[in-house]
Nanobody, 118 residues
Framework: QVQLAESGGGLVQPGGSLTLSCAAS????????WRWYRQAPGKERELVAG???????NYSDSVQDRFTISRDNRKNMMWLQMNNLKPEDTAVYYC????????????WGQGIQVTVSS
């Protein structure tokens, strides 16, 4: 059974930092893209950052220069280092692993809450 599990969320003050982790298990991951998404109350899920198995990285404009995504292919782990957090970063954060060519897959974690508030 394939599982993606997020950890590291919680409550932090504006300007603070958190690191989210995503641990994957249950299959062989390769040739894919792992991404962090988030969904704030009343809003659509949005892409935060992504990293390919080859190490190509992209960020949304709203987190560029504040968040850092990383990935360890051998450990099947992904991280999101979040610095200078703002109240508008408050959301449920999800990790996602997607492969677009055979064998395709699209796996999601259950999500983890990040709350930025004083």
């Amino acid at each position: 059974q394939v599982q993606l599990a997020e950890s590291g969320g919680g409550l932090v003050q504006p300007g603070g930092s958190l690191t989210l982790s995503c641990a994957a298990s249950g299959t062989t991951f390769s040739g894919d893209v792992w991404r962090w998404y988030r969904q704030a109350p009343g809003k659509e899920r949005e892409l935060v950052a992504g990293v390919t198995s080859g190490g190509i990285i992209n960020y949304s404009d709203s987190v560029q220069d504040r968040f850092t995504i990383s990935r360890d292919n051998r450990k099947n782990m992904m991280w999101l280092q979040m610095n200078n957090l703002k109240p508008e970063d408050t959301a449920v954060y999800y990790c996602n692993a997607r492969r677009q060519w055979a064998p395709t897959y699209n796996y999601w974690g259950q999500g983890i809450q990040v709350t930025v508030s004083s």
